[in-house]
Every structure is written in C-alpha cells, then in structure tokens.
C-alpha cells in the first residue's frame, strides 16, 4: 500500500544494474538504474523492513498523524 506515486519510470533488464555489483552487502537492494537526474534504487520490500520496524513505522506514522 503506498500514499502517493510521483511518477513511473520503464527500464528494461539490460538497464538494472545488480546491486551486489555496485553496493555490495545492500541485502534489500535488488538493482540500480541510472536516470538522468540520478540514480533509482530498487529495493526489495520484503527485506528492506523486518516486521518489528515495519510495525514501529506504522505506529509512528499513526501517532504523528493524530498530532495535526
């Protein structure tokens, strides 16, 4: 589930670089495209948060909503 997208972006396999070849031991970083206003890292969700921190977050975010 996600709040909002700002854009899309299309590469093809031959774009995504591995990320172990540039980011070595990044375990939740599944590869790396470079775009013209930088690079995008693509990440995989189900490492890139243990489900303790996934929770923390939720909560976190809940309790910063209910201060506005």
Partial sequence: M???VTGI???TT????K????????EYVEG???LEEGMLFIHNLD?????PEESQLHDALAKGQGAE
Avoid: N, S
């Fill in 2 to 4: 996600v709040d909002a």
């Fill in 9 to 11: 972006v299309e590469r």
């Fill in 14 to 17: 031959e774009e995504i670089t």
């Fill in 19 to 26: 990320a172990e070849r540039i980011v070595p031991g990044a």
């Fill in 32 to 34: 790396i495209a470079k």
């Fill in 47 to 51: 490492l890139f948060l243990l489900q």
